[in-house]
């Protein structure tokens, strides 16, 4: 068989086991999209229609994300903790969807009004000397060098 039938007939038969290979998988999307829809429902009393933006074949892998880590308690981040961090990567993004969100979420894990102020203080410093450091394209070697001395001699002095 010359080469060109040959690679002619082992792409027809890779697309054909590729087009069967999606017709399975479809349902186990929608079976899973199923179940995430009801565990939302079932966990917060509603699904909002930021889930609804998703696809069906994302939606079991997003919710998974944040019923593992942003809503599980049993991490080694508190909820407070956590809805705090959102809060200042929110405000970097900026998003404002999300900034009412982990503002909102913070409140509800026990956030103070002082302790919002701080968080978003804090992400405005961090981004200030980012934009100083990388900017002026200080050196990193030197820098991680010069942090860890400091870090030394507050460690010696408070021993």
Known sequence: MPKSKLNLRLLVIAAGIGALSTLSPAKAEDAS????YKDIQATLGSVPDMFKTLPDVAIAGAWAEIKGVQLNPKTALDGKTKELMGLAVASQIPCQ???YFHTEAAKLNGASDEEIKET???AAIVRHWSTILNGSQVDLATFKKQTDD???AVKAKSQ
Not at 33 to 36: S, V
């Open 97 to 99: 969807y999300c900034i």
């Open 33 to 36: 999209a199923t179940a995430a």
């Open 150 to 152: 400091v870090f030394a």
């Open 120 to 122: 978003i203080a804090m």
